[in-house]
């Protein structure tokens, strides 16, 4: 499966964006898709999760909600209230089944990142 990310940009403090992340050439309903973003220097983290439930980082609650859309098979990031510490590479993951895992390793499809960049 090869997974293609994309809406990231430029954006101001306060502000919203909106990823999605869709398959190419297949759906991918029942998959367990999730969102990271690696920040310059940093570990690539887990933000948000979409299985038969949600889950998110602390961080992001509250602001950013995943959602997907069976029909277009995409899965999207609303962000809102963005903040200067959410400019980071955001990456769309996926794994056939199971539980909604929070590391990386848990994910066998990544899409290629989208950068996201807020400015204060």
């Known amino acids: 499966v090869q997974l293609q990310a994309s809406g990231g940009g430029l954006v101001q403090t306060g502000g919203s964006l909106r990823l999605s992340c869709a398959p190419s050439g297949q759906t991918f309903s029942t998959y367990i898709v999730a969102w990271f973003r690696q920040a310059l220097g940093k570990e690539r983290e887990f933000v948000a999760g979409?299985?038969?439930?949600?889950r998110y980082t602390d961080s992001v609650k509250g602001r950013f909600t995943i959602s997907r859309d069976n029909a277009k098979s995409t899965v999207y990031l609303q962000m809102n209230s963005v903040k200067p510490e959410d400019t980071a590479v955001y990456y769309c993951?996926?794994?056939?089944?199971?539980?909604?895992?929070?590391?990386?390793?848990?994910?066998?499809?990544w899409g290629q990142g989208t950068l996201v960049t807020v400015s204060s």
């Open positions: 993951a996926a794994r056939r089944s199971g539980a909604l895992h929070i590391t990386t390793g848990a994910y066998d499809y």
């Open positions: 979409i299985g038969g439930y949600t």
